[in-house]
């Protein structure tokens, strides 16, 4: 008989990430997000903030090309969250890409007082050191 339904976190939360990568802005992609916030213990209001690493691979040409301007906003708001795998993802991909220019409105931001979170400016300053 075959196993539908994954048994462990992990199994879960990588179907769930498959879920969210076939298409991020669909109402599946929401739900699968909903249920990550559950197993890593997110108060559910805080669903909309998890990103995934592979999402911003895609969408950082995007970003450099003038699209998307929410993006950095959506970068920002990841970084609020309580430490979990995808923030920590997330640090270490811009880290990495620290000539981006995603990267550099981000130091713009917290530079001018566009970023009030301090979690949010602890990370970036991580990030910029």
């Not at 949010?120 to 991580?126: C, D, H, Q, S």
Request: charged share 30%; with cysteine; aromatic share 8%.
């Amino acid at each position: 008989r075959p196993r539908t339904c994954p048994d462990s976190d992990t199994e879960k939360s990588a179907c769930l990430e498959k879920l969210i990568l076939l298409n991020p802005n669909s109402r599946q992609a929401e739900f699968a997000r909903k249920e990550l916030a559950k197993i890593l213990n997110l108060e559910e209001e805080n669903y909309s903030k998890i990103i995934l690493p592979e999402e911003i691979i895609v969408a950082l040409p995007y970003y450099e090309r003038g699209g998307m301007p929410e993006f950095c906003d959506r970068i920002s708001e990841s970084l609020s969250l309580p430490d979990n795998k995808y923030v920590y993802a997330v640090v270490e991909l811009l880290r990495n890409n620290s000539n981006s220019l995603l990267l550099k409105d981000l130091q713009a931001k917290l530079r001018f007082g566009g970023i009030k979170n301090e979690r949010t400016k602890e990370r970036l300053n991580f990030i910029f050191s």
